[in-house]
């Protein structure tokens, strides 16, 4: 973690944009075995690894993101070429993987993203709520970005998308309010709309980050959901 935190610093230090910051730091993350992302992705209940990413500028409210990758071994980056390189904001699946890999981003064997501890906790059957990295970051031009990755739920259906590739759901930037980077259950996240609505509530209520957040989360918990 503190490998990633000094990545993003040094770029915002040296005057980089707060969206490379982003990435760069979720790269860091995503190579370790410690997180729920990258290599360190959870297994879904057919035993494979199924992955997630998106990405938002919060200067012009660009957006990309990837569903259900297998192959690619930072989705942070092919959510940030699904942002540069074409209109659309998201990709899903081996149309995902394959755009990636035609934008010369390094490509794995799924055996890349097989790691005893992970598979112990498929075996196990036990729900791993924790792992999930993401990433906010503010640049000295005052742009917002934020991004997030993750492996999604132990034992999820294959197929099963979760709220960290939904822009509006598990990631939101806009230099006009803030930059969210969602962790916890995906399906209430997506249901609370949770990253616009910390945004919207700060735009239109005026409250500030902190009473925007507290009031998202505890509409969370009301839906019976859990997460940060
Ligand atoms: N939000 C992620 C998902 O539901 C999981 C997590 O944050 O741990 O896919």
């Known amino acids: ?25 979720i790269r860091i993350m995503e190579d370790s075995e410690l997180f729920n992302a990258g290599k360190g992705a959870v297994f879904t209940n057919a035993g494979t690894n199924e992955l997630d990413a998106s990405i938002m500028d919060g200067s012009n409210l660009k957006a990309g993101a990837v569903a259900g990758v297998k ?8 959510a940030r070429k699904v942002m540069d390189k074409t ?10 993987d394959l755009f990636a890999k035609e934008q010369n981003l390094e490509m794995v064997d799924p055996i890349y993203f097989y790691t005893q501890r992970r598979w112990d906790s498929l075996k196990k059957i ?9 990433c906010v970051a503010l640049d000295k031009h005052g742009n917002l970005a934020a991004g997030t990755s993750t492996g999604g739920l132990t034992n999820k259906k294959w197929g099963r998308i979760g709220d960290s ?11 006009k309010t803030c930059a969210v980077s969602g962790t ?30 507290r009031k998202v989360i505890s509409k969370l918990s009301d839906l019976g959901g859990e997460g940060g």
């Open 126 to 134: 036990q729900s791993e709520k924790h792992g999930t990295v993401g």
């Open 1 to 25: 973690l503190e490998e990633a935190l000094n990545t993003g610093y040094s770029i915002l230090e040296k005057g980089g944009l707060s969206l490379d910051a982003v990435e760069a730091t």
């Open 87 to 96: 209109w659309h904001v998201m990709l899903s699946g081996d149309g995902a």
């Open 184 to 213: 916890g259950q995906g399906e209430y996240f997506i249901r609370g709309n949770v990253a616009y609505d910390i945004s919207a509530i700060m735009e239109y209520e005026n409250l500030s980050v902190g009473k925007a957040a």
């Open 165 to 175: 590739p939904i822009i509006g759901a598990g990631t939101y930037a806009n230099n």
């Open 71 to 78: 192959t690619v071994k930072n989705p942070i980056s092919a």
